[in-house]
């Protein structure tokens, strides 16, 4: 890889880094090309996408931000899953690290400066995603209204049922 390269390599990655929500620093040694391609694809699914990086690429990328404890998460064979919603890749991530072991999370980033453990992206997993919260809210938000509705059609179903009852007894 000549200079240009790297300087290109840096660049992306300081993209990757600024425009991502959270970045899941992971291990992927052992890992078949088949598995990591299943792994790339799940991570699609939820908008969120793995990288394999050059350590000291990563730590020029960071360029100190996330200090010693940012430089300390890439060591050996290390690959980054990330996506705009900080809450996906985490939750694809150390699904698929339950599930193989070769495959390990190391920690995170978020927002380029606060260094995560893996305990801590194993909590930001647990977390509602970006959608999730969205229909929450759209529900919590119409349903005042869906009861305003039936409070003030009430009254009017039940004048209609008087009268239907009292227009059956005068019939009889």
Do not use: C, W
């Not at 899941?24 to 890992?31: I, S």
């Not at 495959?103 to 509602?128: H, N, R, Y």
């Not at 509705?149 to 039940?158: C, E, S």
């Amino acid at each position: 890889m000549d200079r240009a390269q790297k300087a290109e390599s840096i660049e992306a990655l300081k993209g990757v880094f600024a425009d991502s929500g959270a970045v899941v620093v992971t291990h992927y040694l052992g890992l078949t090309v088949a598995e990591m391609t299943d792994l790339r694809g799940r991570l699609r699914k939820e908008g969120a996408s793995l990288r394999v990086v050059k350590n000291r690429l990563a730590q020029k990328a960071l360029d100190g931000v996330a200090g010693e404890a940012g430089d300390a998460l890439f060591k050996g064979p290390v690959a980054i899953a990330y996506g705009a919603d900080p809450v996906s890749a985490a939750k694809v991530v150390t699904q698929y690290a339950k599930d193989n072991e070769k495959f390990s999370v190391i920690g995170g980033l978020l927002d380029q400066t606060t260094v995560l453990d893996e305990s801590a992206v194993k909590a930001l997993a647990t977390l509602p995603s970006l959608d999730q919260i969205r229909g929450k809210i759209i529900g919590l938000i119409q349903a005042p209204a869906t009861k305003v509705a039936g409070v003030l059609q009430a009254p009017a179903a039940q004048l209609a049922r008087v009268l239907s009852a009292y227009a059956s007894k005068d019939a009889a």
